[in-house]
């Protein structure tokens, strides 16, 4: 069995570590492109959502390179999400590829029915595959404290160029690791390097928190690389949704009886009292917590034709009045340009700085 699994940000290092640890080979696929996107929207229905269009192009690129099961989770929810392993499965035979799916519902659909899945995956080793599991989490937990360091680093040093390098450069050496162990130690060695650049802790950048679609916010590709944009320009910029968050939400709490997202859902509650699909709720309570914790601005980025953050798109007009922040909505297809997405970063940064001063003298 050679395993593949769909690109979306830091996932492929902490399944890469997790699959090392089993003893199983791995087929990464190459980082997305635009090629690799085109691949995949040639193949996919016109009005699916981004995220189903780049990640059947990363099959197809690592079907070519000898994978032949793909690896993802699934879900009953109301959105297309569940519908993506078995349409992608029916694509890519109907393109000649014999691939086999395994698509791993979380606990919350029935933790016997999880374990079964991991257990099967990792060839019936139970102890093991929950160690390695564990392990993953930790690499996660790991990836969120880098990121924190680089959101930090970023805006207060001056050549931001040395920050993307280190980060580029971590994202490619990760692929020569074998094992969690291999790759927490290459972690916390790129966050000495973070650590030793020159900064300026005088430097107060403005605050801008990252909401919306999972899939978007998490892979760079897909929004245009928003994190280092804004980072580039001087901003502080902060991504609600994380691999680690999404673990510890649909994998840990849920196995151990605990309420997923309780925060975000209570403070969505006067807006969106029920779940609608995927994370509506969670996007309204990270735009209120970000505006309680004194963020500047908001980017709410989600794919064209994505449901529920049409809703979130639509109840955030009245959140932006209500907690008077300004907020930005990024929506991105395979069409989208990134010179008019530049500008539009560009226009709102300045605005969200303007406006910073305009409230600290006024
Ligand atoms: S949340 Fe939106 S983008 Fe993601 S799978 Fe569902 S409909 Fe598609």
């Known amino acids: 069995m050679k395993i593949t699994y769909p690109h979306m940000g830091e996932v492929y290092i902490a399944v890469k570590g997790m699959f090392d640890d089993l003893g199983i080979k791995s087929i990464i696929a190459p980082f997305t492109t635009e090629n690799i996107l085109k691949i995949g929207a040639q193949e996919s229905p016109e009005y699916v959502c981004l995220p189903f269009k780049i990640t059947l192009g990363n099959y197809i690129k690592s079907l070519e390179a000898g994978a032949d099961t793909v690896v993802i989770t699934g879900s009953c929810g109301p959105c297309r999400f569940g519908y993506y392993g078995p349409l992608q499965k029916e694509i890519l035979k109907d393109m000649g590829y014999d691939v086999d799916f395994i698509i791993i519902d979380p606990p919350k659909e029935g933790v016997p029915k999880f374990i079964n899945n991991i257990k099967k995956l990792s060839g019936g ?4 595959a929950l ?3 564990y392990n993953a989490y930790n690499v996660c937990v790991e990836i ?3 990121n924190e360091i680089q959101y930090y680093v970023r805006p207060r040093t001056k050549d931001k160029t040395i920050v993307n390098n280190i980060m580029y450069n971590f994202r490619k050496k990760v692929l020569d690791t074998n094992g969690t162990s291999d790759i927490i130690s290459l972690i916390k060695i790129t966050y000495e390097k973070l650590l030793a650049l020159p900064i300026d802790n005088n430097i107060e950048p403005v605050k801008i928190g990252i909401i919306g679609e999972i899939y978007t916010i998490i892979e760079p590709f897909s929004n245009l690389n928003v994190e280092e944009k804004l980072g580039n320009m001087g901003a502080h910029v902060h991504r ?13 709490k849920p196995m151990t009886a605990r309420k997923s997202y309780k925060a975000e859902k209570t403070l969505a509650k006067p807006y969106i009292p029920f779940l609608i699909g ?3 709720q969670q996007c309204i309570g990270h735009a209120i917590n970000y505006s309680l914790q004194k963020y500047d601005g908001l980017v709410q980025i989600y794919p064209m034709t994505c449901m529920p953050e049409i809703v979130s798109r639509t109840i955030l007009s009245q959140v932006e009045k ?15 340009g990134e010179s008019g997405y530049q500008t539009r970063l560009e226009a709102f940064y300045d ?8 409230i600290l003298y006024s």
């Open 144 to 146: 969120d404290k880098l």
């Open 125 to 128: 080793k139970g102890i093991k």
């Open 278 to 280: 995927v994370h509506t």
């Open 131 to 133: 160690k390695a599991l």
């Open 351 to 358: 605005y969200v700085k303007y406006r910073r001063t305009k």
């Open 322 to 336: 209500d907690y008077n922040i300004p907020i930005l909505y990024l929506v991105v297809d395979e069409l989208t």
């Open 240 to 252: 609600s949704m994380t691999i680690k968050g999404w673990a510890e939400n649909n994998l840990i």
